[in-house]
């Protein structure tokens, strides 16, 4: 399993990034909780303008699959100025 994040267009960075994996291995029919930590320093990019790593404002996509072709969830949330996630 995979985690991706697409950061806000602002940030001006791919529109998806590996952050995050774990290998599982099921038997056909099983099920598992797997969890994977998103600190919040995987969502910071790079700003060119203060020559430091920031979080930007806006939405933040996150996407979940076996491979960056075969992704099979998704969801979003969205950091106002404050920098508080929002959902």
């Not at 930590?37 to 969502?43: E, G, Q, T």
């Amino acid at each position: 399993m995979q985690l991706y994040v697409g950061l806000p267009a602002a940030a001006d960075d791919p529109p998806s990034q590996l952050k995050g994996f774990a290998k599982v291995m099921l038997q056909p029919g099983q099920r598992r909780t797997v969890t994977l930590p998103l600190p919040d320093d995987a969502l910071r990019a790079f700003d060119e303008s203060s020559g430091g790593w920031r979080l930007f404002e806006g939405e933040y996509a996150v996407m979940i699959g076996a491979s960056s072709r075969d992704i099979r969830e998704r969801a979003s949330f969205t950091i106002g100025s404050s920098g508080t996630p929002q959902p």
